[in-house]
Nanobody, 118 residues
Framework: QVQLVESGGGLVQPGGSLRLSCAAS????????TGWYRQAPGKERELVAR???????TYADSVKGRFTISRDNAKSTHYLQMNVTKPEDTAIYYC????????????WGQGTQVTVSS
């Protein structure tokens, strides 16, 4: 059974930092592209950042220079370090793991709420 379990969400003040974690089980994690997506109220889910099995990273323009995605294959876990947060970063954040050669192997976490507010 495949599971992706997020942690680390919560309330942060504008300009503050938060670190999200996503622990995977049931997959050969090191072969997967992993990523973070977010969905704000009334908006579609959007890509925040992703990292390939080889470590290549991609970021949404809105978070470049503020967020950093990383992974630890030994722990089957990937992370999203969120710095200089803004109110517009408020959303439910979902982690994702997708096999690059088989798009049917596409898994999602349950989501974690991030609220940026003073």
């Amino acid at each position: 059974q495949v599971q992706l379990v997020e942690s680390g969400g919560g309330l942060v003040q504008p300009g503050g930092s938060l670190r999200l974690s996503c622990a995977a089980s049931g997959i050969m994690f090191r072969f997967y592209t992993t990523g973070w997506y977010r969905q704000a109220p009334g908006k579609e889910r959007e890509l925040v950042a992703r990292i390939s099995s080889g470590g290549t990273t991609t970021y949404a323009d809105s978070v470049k220079g503020r967020f950093t995605i990383s992974r630890d294959n030994a722990k089957s876990t990937h992370y999203l370090q969120m710095n200089v947060t803004k109110p517009e970063d408020t959303a439910i954040y979902y982690c994702n793991a997708r096999h690059p050669l088989n798009q049917r192997l596409d898994y999602w976490g349950q989501g974690t709420q991030v609220t940026v507010s003073s």
